[in-house]
């Protein structure tokens, strides 16, 4: 069974910054694809952010210029750095990675951004 635990959250008033971090069980070094999602109360979950084929990022439009996803394969993490908060990027951040035939996803961190 793959973990992925998820860190960094907190509480930061509009125009801070966090980092969130999510740790895997296994390595990552071979994942093609993995992301950052996020849920708002009485939303839907929605991508924000992932890493493809390694290397290539896609963002949501809501985020671009102001979060940037990377990831360590030797530390088997990934991070999203969040610059230049605003309230409505509140939400439970979760972390999502394909390992096998499976998707697997951390417990969530909240994030909430005071105005």
């Known amino acids: 069974q793959v973990q992925l635990v998820e860190s960094g959250g907190g509480l930061v008033q509009a125009g801070g910054s966090l980092r969130l971090s999510c740790t895997a069980s296994e390595s990552i070094f071979s994942l093609n694809r993995m992301g950052w999602y996020r849920q708002a109360p009485g939303k839907q979950r929605e991508l924000v952010a992932q890493?493809?084929?390694?290397?290539?990022?896609e963002y949501a439009d809501s985020v671009k210029g102001r979060f940037t996803i990377s990831r360590d394969g030797a530390k088997n993490t990934m991070y999203l750095q969040m610059n230049s908060l605003k309230p409505e990027d509140t939400a439970v951040y979760y972390c999502?990675?394909?390992?096998?035939?499976?998707?697997?996803w951390g417990q969530g961190t909240q994030v909430t951004v005071s105005s």
């Open positions: 890493i493809v084929s390694g290397s290539r990022t």
């Open positions: 999502n990675a394909p390992f096998g035939n499976f998707e697997y």
